[in-house]
């Protein structure tokens, strides 16, 4: 079965930096495109950023860009979100998704971002 582990989240302040992981087992995990989604205190879920099976195409949403970069292992069945200049709207639970037979999410990683 489908299953993503986030990790890396914390508390830090505007200008810092994070790095989330998504540890991911149950299916082929380099023929999949990759997503991580946010969803701030309150406020609907976002879609933040996709990359391809291989590792070569991104896109990010129009808030990020320039600041995250998502990447992935496919040796270590890991997707990344290296998160840089973080502002205080980044602030959210962030959640790393498939879409294999449907969609999958793991448990989400909380991000606090506050002087």
């Known amino acids: 079965q489908v299953q993503l582990v986030e990790s890396g989240g914390g508390s830090v302040q505007p200008g810092g930096s994070l790095r989330l992981s998504c540890a991911a087992s149950?299916?082929?995990?380099?023929?999949?495109?990759m997503r991580w989604y946010r969803q701030p205190p309150g406020k609907a879920t976002e879609w933040v950023a996709r990359?391809?099976?291989?590792?070569?195409?991104?896109s990010y949403t129009t808030s990020v860009k320039g600041r995250f970069t998502i990447s992935r292992d496919n040796a270590k069945d890991t997707l990344y979100l290296q998160m840089n200049d973080l502002k205080p709207e980044d602030t959210a639970v962030y959640y790393c998704n498939v879409w294999t037979t449907r969609d999958f999410y793991g448990q989400g990683t909380q991000v606090t971002v506050s002087s």
């Open positions: 149950g299916f082929s995990f380099s023929r999949y495109a």
């Open positions: 990359v391809d099976g291989g590792g070569d195409e991104t």
